[in-house]
């Protein structure tokens, strides 16, 4: 059965590096998200993305958040100097067509900022 | 602000009984309602669909959804001790892509 990949499943990083989460949503879906969830708290959406564009971000997406889709297969999300509240686990999720409206997720990575 | 607001529990059941699982939400508009289960440490895992006012039947499962109260629910019959995980209501909107989830109701089933 198709799968969302994510990569790595663990990131441990020092405050004020940069991370690149990784994805590779299921190859026929077209709309591509990331949400994170923090230890205990509710998912939290933070960006969409479509037609290789953003399509809607959260408030949580601020400027030291982006998304690439570099090569047509993986869909990455960069948080450029991060921060203790950006612990938490982030999950990528795609989805075939806004009619068909099944949101599938990969297994997270579980982000550690120290 | 759309919210999604369910009751985080936890709730116990016996092996064998139902559960009964409610969400309510703010946005009137709202479309398209999910219920997902998520195991500790694991990712959301869609369990069941529902998009008009009513009962909508999966195997063990039973969503209803009163849009006029603004209110979903999820009846699990014959819980099993597998059905033990923390249930997660997502609401979409008319507009937009996202998804809005709940905080999520943790459910026990006791063998």
């Known amino acids: 059965e198709p799968e969302v990949t994510q990569t790595p499943s663990h990131q441990v990083t020092q405050m004020g590096q940069e991370v690149i989460l990784r994805c590779v949503p299921i190859?026929?879906?077209?709309?591509f998200y990331w949400y994170r969830q923090i230890l205990g708290q509710k998912v939290e959406f933070l960006v969409s993305?479509?037609?290789?564009?953003?399509?809607?971000k959260s408030e949580i997406f601020d400027d030291q958040f982006s998304v690439e889709r570099p090569d047509g297969s993986n869909f990455t999300l960069k948080i450029r100097s991060t921060k203790l509240e950006d612990s938490a686990m982030y999950f990528c999720?795609?989805?075939?067509?806004?009619?068909?409206?099944?949101?599938?997720f990969g297994s997270g990575t579980q982000l550690s900022v120290l | 602000q759309k919210e999604v607001e369910q009751n985080s529990g936890p709730l116990s059941v016996p092996e064998g009984a139902i559960a009964s699982l409610n969400c309510t939400y703010s946005?009137?508009?709202?479309?398209?309602f999910f219920w997902y289960r998520q195991y500790s440490g694991k990712s959301p895992e869609l369990i069941m669909s529902?998009?008009?006012?009513g009962d909508k039947e999966d195997g063990r499962f039973t969503a209803q959804l009163n849009k006029a109260s603004q209110y979903v629910s999820l009846l699990i019959r014959d819980s099993q001790p597998s059905d033990s995980a923390t249930y997660l209501c997502?609401?979409?909107?008319?507009?937009?892509?996202?998804?809005?989830f709940g905080t999520g109701t943790s459910l026990t089933v006791i063998p």
């Open positions: 999720a795609s989805m075939v067509a806004r009619s068909n409206e099944k949101l599938f």
């Open positions: 190859s026929n879906h077209l709309y």
């Open positions: 993305f479509y037609n290789n564009e953003i399509s809607e």
């Open positions: 946005d009137r508009g709202s479309q398209s």
């Open positions: 529902i998009y008009s006012n």
């Open positions: 997502a609401v979409s909107p008319n507009t937009g892509n996202q998804f809005y």
